[in-house]
């Protein structure tokens, strides 16, 4: 039997980063005014978009 330690698992994400549930930009990228409009969008049920600043 050989194991190998250092299989990569392509099915395992190497970086679980947050997600938000309105935009596709991680929650790292909203500022406080983002995350409320975020949060609003997601709790309404809206599709406006987000304000996420993009560089
Ligand atoms: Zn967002
Ligand atoms: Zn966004």
């Given at each position: 039997m050989t194991t190998s330690?250092?299989?990569?698992?392509?099915?395992?994400?190497a970086l679980p980063v947050p997600t938000c549930d309105a935009c596709p930009?991680?929650?790292?990228?909203?500022d406080p005014i983002g995350l409320r409009f975020c949060a609003i969008t997601t709790s309404r049920g809206m599709n406006r978009g987000c304000v996420c600043v993009s560089t």
């Open positions: 330690p250092d299989t990569d698992l392509p099915d395992v994400p930009h991680p929650l790292e990228d909203h």
